[in-house]
């Protein structure tokens, strides 16, 4: 059985990084996290139906955000395609997947919405899974 786990800026670092304030002296209200100059972006909204896990995809040129709306998800990541080599995580708040990080969603409520941003133009990578993959929460 797999562990799933809460987003931490430890655990979920090897993947990519917290959307949050950095802590900045002086607390200022508006603070830029992510920016890259060299692609524009888009703002997209993902409804999430599915219950189990039958495929993994990846982005080799483009940042991802999951960004939490509506719903219980959760955000399954792997840096290689071997289905043991994986976390699962309670998509609780906004993360920043890094380039070529392997990621599935499901949701754990009839649907789920969750607000992507990612470049205008993005190839992926897609690896399907030998069975359909299921996770349970205790």
């Not at 786990?5 to 959307?19: P, S």
């Not at 955000?75 to 906004?94: G, H, I, M, N, P």
């Not at 789920?112 to 897609?126: G, Q």
Request: hydrophobic content about 40%; charged content about 30%.
């Amino acid at each position: 059985m797999k562990q799933i786990n809460y987003i931490t800026k430890d655990n979920f670092g090897k993947y990519g990084r917290i959307i949050d304030f950095t802590g900045q002296e002086g607390n200022p209200p508006f603070e830029v996290i992510i920016q890259n100059e060299d692609d524009p972006w888009r703002i997209a909204m993902l409804r999430v139906e599915e219950r189990e896990f039958t495929f993994l995809e990846k982005h080799p040129g483009s940042l991802e955000t999951f960004e939490p709306v509506e719903g219980i998800c959760l955000l399954l990541v792997s840096l290689e395609t071997q289905k043991s080599d994986y976390e699962v995580f309670v998509l609780d708040r906004a993360v920043c997947l890094d380039k070529d990080v392997w990621h599935g969603i499901v949701s754990l409520a009839d649907v789920s919405k969750v607000k992507i941003t990612e470049n205008l133009e993005v190839d992926t990578d897609y690896y399907h899974l030998a069975a359909p993959m299921q996770i349970f929460v205790d």
